[in-house]
């Protein structure tokens, strides 16, 4: 049974955002998100718990990027949180 057409994202520039975004996006969320973690709990610990939870969380946010309306909004939330999750990090490492 084929998909109901007014479901379907009519724009391919919004589709491709989505992908890049559920890809690309979710890639770099997930990642910043472990490194957030590193700094607040031991290192060891988490670099084996991510063998895991890598793969559920970035196919979590793939769905939630072909959730969303606009390939826009869910690319500014992704890079929203990459920073938030990544800047303790970075912080931490440059010693500051």
């Known amino acids: ?19 890049t975004a559920a890809f690309v996006g979710g890639y770099m969320v997930t990642m910043s998100l472990h490194l957030f973690l590193m700094v607040f709990v031991d290192k060891a610990t988490i670099f084996i718990t991510m063998k895991f939870s890598v793969y ?28 938030i999750f990544y800047l303790p990090y970075l912080l931490h490492m440059t010693g500051k």
Not at 3 to 16: D, G, I
Not at 60 to 73: C, D, E, N, Q, T
Request: hydrophobic share 60%; proline share 4%; net charge positive.
């Open 1 to 19: 049974m084929p998909a109901n057409k007014k479901h379907l994202t009519a724009s391919p520039w919004q589709r491709l955002l989505k992908v």
């Open 56 to 83: 559920i969380l970035w196919a979590v946010l793939m769905i939630v990027a072909f959730l969303s309306r606009s390939g826009w909004k869910i690319w500014v939330v992704y890079l929203g949180l990459s920073l």
